[in-house]
Structure formats: C-alpha cells, structure tokens
C-alpha cells in the first residue's frame, strides 16, 4: 500500500480543466458545508486489489461482501474478496461475443435488492453480446445481438444457474455497445444502448437510428432496430412497462432516445436515473433521464449552442465510402445541419458537459499525432457513474463518482443548490460542480464500487487501450495496472 500522490496536472489536463472549471480549484471549500474541507487525494492510501481481470467492466460491492465483476472480454462473472483480492468465479458465458480490440462481450450487471437478503429473488441480471444466424445490420458479416438474462444465484454452490432470457435480438455493435445496466427503485430494469458508432470511421456510412423511433408493426413483432441510442425500460420478465412514454403514439422498451455512447447509469438524487455519455470531438455529457426525453444526437453534442459541433449525414451521401470519412471537415456532398436546426420540443439538454469549447477550435493539435487526435480531445471518455451519499469521506456527500477513459482520472461532481452550496439527495440534481479529479493514473478507468462503510472507493481498470501520456499528453497503450481493481482508502480525519 503507498499514498495517493496529490493530482499533478499536466498539459494534456490543463486545456480541458481550465476552459470548464474557471476558478474551481479556489471555490471548492466555499461550496459546502461551513467548517468543512471535502478531503482531496493527499487523504486517501491506494493501493491494488487484485490484477490479472480481463477488461473489468461492471465492479459492484455485493450483499456478501465481495465485488461482483463482469469480465467482458473473458465472459465471466467474478467475486472479488475485497480483503485478499483473491478471486472465485460464479460464472462463464459460453456464447458471449467479444472481439479483440472492440467494445463487445460482456457488459452490464444488476443485483436485485432481495439478493442474499431475503429467501426471494436471489437473482442476477447481465446483458451480453452473442452472434446470431444470418447477417447483420447492414450486410455485416456478423450478426452481432444483445441479450439481457436473469439467472439465479444458488450461495451454497457459489454459481449462477438457470439462466432466462429477458429480451433478445437487441442491435450489438463493435463499437458503442454501451451496455449499463441498473435496477431501478419502483422494480424495473434500466439499460443503455450506444448509436453502434454509426456516422464515423468505419461506420460513418451506417445510419444513425438514434432519432428514429420505432412503429407500432415492429414492436409487435420484436423487431427491436430502433432501439439504437436509446435507454431503454424493462420489466422484470423483460416487457414493456405499461407507464413507460408513448413516443409517436408507440409504447415500447424506450425510456429516451437521442444518445450516442451512454456508458454510465446510476440512480442518484431524488430516486431518478442518471447517465454519462462519451461526445464526439467535444461535449461528454451527465445527463437526468427524463421520460420521453429527447437528448439531441446525433443533431446535437452537449448544448444546443453550434459550438465546434455540425452534424454530418454521412450516410445520405450517395458515394459514401469509410475511406472518405473525415472527422475535422465534412465534405459540401454530405448533407449538414447545425444545432440551433434541431428544434424538437422534448430536447432535454445535459446537466454539464466535459467540455463544450469554441467553434474553431484545432482538434489536431500536438501533442497528439495521426490517427490518434481523439486521445487529446477536449473530451474525457466517461465510461461509468456512480451516486456517493455517505458522510464518511468528509465533503463528499450528495457527489456523482465519474470515472474516465482517457484521463485515467475520477471526477467527484457535487450536487450543489442554486446557491452553489452542498444540497441532499431528495431531489433530482439540477445544479453540478464541476469538481476535481482525483487519483490521476496512467490507465483506463472503467468502473467504481463503494465500499459499505463509504471509506474505500474501487476503481476498475481496462486490460488495454489507448491513454493520455502524463509525461507528454500524447497517446500511449502502456498501462499502469491493466485489467485490475485499485482500492483508494480514506484515511483522513473524520
């Protein structure tokens, strides 16, 4: 175990903080309770739990004691005790889809609340990638699906059993899978589903769905393609709540729309669900999941404000090819529209964005080098959320926990009132700080769990992939600690 050294940020971290956050470092005492200092990075001990995962996605402090893992390259279900790292896996998927390099396999978990606590629902819910017959979306060769599935846990055997398919046939992808799954508090599931990356790279001439929604004849026969980029609501048995929103006259799965790469959900203040999404070139979101919200992509990227973001159909292009694909300059072939365009009358825009910047801004600037720009995107890739509502970390309480992919970075996000000061939980936040980051690494920062007590925060770690160099901010694959679960300890005063 060694000390969490203090946060030292460099170039690849000023940019973005400093265009969002004006002033944050000097306001942060002034934003909470009088006589409290929220701790800072200096009050934590890290240390690394446990090593060798295979790209951890979902990290959860379960009723056992241990942390229930989701290993989505592996397929596996894993217990982590919390104590020893020593790991017990509960489950491998045979069928699980997961390609080197790409965004599938196995992803999102949910424990129901009666888990080991009651004699009832000892179940557990997972969403997974499989391929299915014929060809994909498109003409893929794949034909890459999505499944939620409950299975039960039988504690004396350590195993999950008698797997039951929720729903299935869900539109998976190689990229923006997403794939959060949460219960929520009134008995139903809520789960995340990405735009598939349509509209870039390799599959900028894929159109986008994420505006589309479905009719009434494809509900009816499970026909579930306009699912992409959505959040969708599900019963426990895996059908359509009767309460959920009619969109177009349509009750379905779909709770929002409008989303492109939603890899964080958590409920959180006020009993409601809130999400993280990875932008494009600029614009991460959090976002409160109002129902039959619309969250504006791919017309819009954070705010309706036409900073730095023009959406580009690539897909109306008659010509289109992955080749002519450029993501700093939409040719005059593709069809464009710029954000003030979008006037939908439910566009719900985001609590706080990391980080709008002006139009004209130079998204290929150095330090970073072809084809690697995205890595010093003013963007931060948040890849997970989580909701801290203890009072054991001093100042942390009524606090978002978003963990980043590029950064190797945690944001604690405060909920603040409209008078810039800590609020409680009882009500949907309206107001986020912008925080500071936290326990700065050179890894890919995956997903967090809570201890119980609320004095130790998890941090899962992917098992490969690009990350800021936070020597020299330009891209680099050297990890720190691949594919494992670090523990940061509170150890300061009470």
């Known amino acids: 175990m060694r000390r969490a050294r203090a946060a030292v940020l460099g170039a690849a971290l000023v940019i973005p903080l400093s265009l969002a956050l004006p002033g944050a470092v000097a306001d942060e ?7 409290v200092v929220p701790a800072g990075e200096e009050d934590f001990d890290r240390s690394v739990l446990t090593t ?3 790209d951890p996605f979902e990290i959860t402090y379960g009723p056992d004691g241990n942390i229930w893992t989701t290993e989505r390259t592996a397929g596996r279900v894993t217990l982590v005790d919390p ?7 509960i489950l491998t998927i045979d069928d699980v889809l997961t390609t080197p390099g790409e965004q599938d396999g196995l992803l999102g978990m949910a424990l129901h609340p009666d888990l080991l606590r009651k004699h009832k629902n000892q179940y557990v819910y997972l969403a997974y990638t499989y391929e299915a017959d014929g060809t994909g979306p498109e003409g893929e060769d794949i034909n890459r699906r999505t499944r939620i599935v409950r299975y039960t846990y039988d504690d004396d055997a350590q195993q999950l059993v008698a797997p039951k398919v929720l729903i299935e046939n869900l539109i998976g992808s190689d990229d923006h899978n997403s794939g959060r799954l949460v219960f929520r508090p009134d008995g139903t599931l809520h789960y995340t589903i990405g735009d598939r990356g349509n509209l870039q790279d390799l599959n900028a001439c894929k ?6 929604l479905p009719t ?3 509900i009816k026969a499970g026909d579930w393609t306009a699912y992409q980029g959505k959040t969708l609501r599900l019963n426990l048995d895996g059908t359509i709540p009767k309460d959920n929103p009619k969109l177009n006259g349509v009750r379905s799965h779909i709770f929002t729309y409008g989303h492109r790469n939603p890899q964080g959900l958590v409920v959180g203040p006020g009993d409601r669900v809130y999400s993280s999404e990875q932008g494009p070139k600029s614009d991460d979101e959090l976002n409160l999941l109002e129902a039959g919200g619309n969250y504006g992509w791919p017309n819009v ?3 309706k404000d036409d900073q730095a973001y023009v959406f580009g159909n690539w897909a109306a292009w008659e010509d289109c090819t992955p080749e002519q694909y450029n993501a700093f300059e939409i040719p005059d072939q593709v069809p464009q529209m710029a954000e003030h365009e979008f006037n939908a009358r439910n566009f719900v825009p985001p609590l706080r964005t990391f980080y709008t910047v002006p139009t004209g801004t130079d998204f290929s600037a150095e330090p970073c080098e072809a084809p690697l720009f995205f890595i010093c995107y003013p963007t931060v890739a948040p890849s997970s959320l989580d909701w801290y509502e203890a009072d054991a970390i001093p100042g942390w309480e009524s606090s978002f926990l978003m963990p980043t992919l590029k950064l190797g ?4 996000l405060p909920v603040l009132d409209d008078n810039g000061r800590g609020k409680g939980h009882d009500d949907a ?4 700080d912008g925080g500071l980051p936290l326990f700065v690494s050179q890894n890919r920062y995956r997903d967090t769990a809570i201890s119980p007590d609320g004095r130790t925060i998890y941090v899962a770690t992917d098992s490969g992939g690009l990350v800021r160099d936070l020597d020299t901010g330009a891209s680099t694959d050297v990890l720190a600690d691949p594919g494992a679960i670090l523990a940061f300890r509170y150890t300061g005063a009470d």
């Open 301 to 303: 990227a954070g705010f």
């Open 409 to 412: 970075t945690l944001f604690r």
């Open 52 to 54: 060798e995962l295979s």
């Open 207 to 212: 159109v986008n769905e994420a505006q589309r």
């Open 429 to 432: 936040a309206r107001v986020i």
């Open 83 to 89: 104590g020893s790292g020593e790991k017990t896996t």
């Open 29 to 35: 005492r002034s934003r909470h309770d009088d006589d």
């Open 216 to 218: 009434a004849e494809e």
